[in-house]
């Protein structure tokens, strides 16, 4: 998000921080509420797009001094990773399935798992693969 600051891109930085708020909501179970560690990065990145509501969320949040005054949050990118990935299966350029893998998966696993999917199975049985198209982590597309 500091980066797209930089680069005056505000849309995209206030997208990231409603990426943020859905995150926190689905993590809040069975009524409990969201702990302060957790909203005190949203308060000081909202501080340059919303410097009020950012002082206010602060001030709740307990903290005397300004939101302004706080180090901004630290981006660590072994957290960011996905333990898993949905890999878009397509067959003749349609999507005929999905696969959770792991991220970083090989041209040959992936066209392995592909075929072996059921829902694939049905349009490449019996025909013969002609070309495969890989983007890494993200598709699969059987020519047949």
């Known amino acids: 998000m500091g980066a797209d ?3 005056l891109r505000y849309n995209t930085a206030i997208a990231k921080l409603m990426e943020y708020v859905n995150v926190l909501r689905a993590g809040v179970k069975g009524g409990a509420g969201t702990p302060s560690a957790l909203l005190e990065p ?5 501080g340059p797009l919303a410097p009020h509501l950012a ?6 949040l307990g903290y005397d001094t300004s939101v302004f005054d706080a180090r901004w949050p630290r981006y660590d990118e072994a957290l960011a990773q996905e333990e898993q990935l949905e890999l878009v299966v397509q067959v003749n350029g349609k999507v005929r399935g999905r696969l959770r893998v792991a991220p970083g998966l090989s041209q040959d696993e992936a066209v392995e798992r592909a ?7 049905r349009f490449v049985k019996g025909k013969p693969l002609r070309k ?5 982590d993200r598709l699969v597309n059987l020519v047949v």
Do not use: C, G, H, K
Not at 55 to 60: F, G
């Open 115 to 121: 075929m072996a999917a059921e829902a694939v199975q």
């Open 42 to 46: 949203l308060a000081v990145m909202l």
């Open 5 to 7: 600051l930089e680069a």
């Open 55 to 60: 002082e206010e969320s602060w001030e709740r």
């Open 132 to 136: 495969t198209i890989y983007v890494p």
